[in-house]
């Protein structure tokens, strides 16, 4: 079996694995030719582990198990010079948490369901190797999102940021790419709930891993259109991605 073939059932096999702490990056590498512009939509589901801290009440501090972020992207990007690239990333996105455990061996439900509410990113990409066959390059991405929802009868309003820095290899196979690399994630966030207006508490919330790797394909699939599909790992999470863009 080629490297090709394995890259993809490797991604499709993940896609119902492990949980998820992760959002599509792409090659990389910058994409663009200097002037040129890229259209595309990205989508990215996220299973993830989210610790909690709370400031407005007894300080405790729990876990959000297998929480659910589901994002839908449209990408334009623009070859701002050469090896150099910038996205804006607009759209939705939907936060789901699970059930949440405290550190004290507590348990409880977390049923907070927001719907799709307006999500927006930027991401930049720079090539520094550009080699024949192999090339290195760096890439920093952040995105925000929030979301209404209710938990126990109270309204509750979520709101974050996260933030990845990537840097590895986009390696020519002949009629595709191969890339990934090392990458840093963070995500930040606050949780507030009320009751009948008057707020009673608020929490803070990151992203349990903060490391990992990715692998990737992207594929011509026709003239000036390309595919890609990824997956990420770290400590104990897996992810996956994909995008279509169109360059003109």
């Known amino acids: 079996m080629n490297m090709k073939k394995v890259v993809v ?3 499709v096999a993940w896609m119902g694995a492990g949980a998820f702490g992760f959002s599509f990056m792409g090659p990389p590498t910058a994409e663009l030719e200097q002037a040129e512009w890229k259209a595309g939509y990205t989508f990215s589901y996220s299973e993830l582990d989210i610790e909690g801290k709370e400031v407005s009440g007894g300080g ?5 198990k297998d929480s659910e972020v589901t994002r839908h992207y449209f990408d334009l990007g623009y070859g701002l010079f050469k090896n150099f690239e910038l996205n804006l990333l ?22 907070f369901d927001g719907s799709d509410d307006f999500s927006y990113g930027f991401n930049a990409k720079y090539t520094f190797v ?7 390059g760096t890439m920093l991405q952040m995105t925000w999102l929030s979301g209404d929802g209710k938990w126990e009868g109270h309204d509750e ?11 590895g290899p986009t390696i020519d196979m002949g009629g595709w790419d191969l890339y990934g690399g090392g990458y840093f994630y963070k995500l930040d966030g606050d949780l507030k709930a009320k009751d009948h207006g008057t707020r009673i508490w608020k929490d803070d919330l ?4 903060s490391y990992g790797g990715y692998v990737g394909a992207a594929f011509k699939i026709m003239k000036n259109t390309d595919l890609a599909v990824e997956c990420s790992f770290s400590r104990d999470t897996l992810g996956i991605g994909a995008s279509i863009a169109w360059k003109f």
Request: charged share 35%; hydrophobic share 30%; proline share 2%.
């Open 130 to 136: 550009d080699g024949e066959t192999i090339d290195w």
């Open 206 to 209: 990151e992203e349990e891993d």
């Open 90 to 111: 607009l759209g939705v996105a939907s936060v789901e948490t699970g059930d949440f455990d405290y550190d004290d061996g507590r348990s409880s439900p977390g049923d």
């Open 60 to 64: 405790d501090k729990y876990t959000f």
């Open 157 to 167: 309003e979520f709101e974050a940021y996260d933030l990845q820095i990537a840097v």
């Open 9 to 11: 059932l490797l991604c």
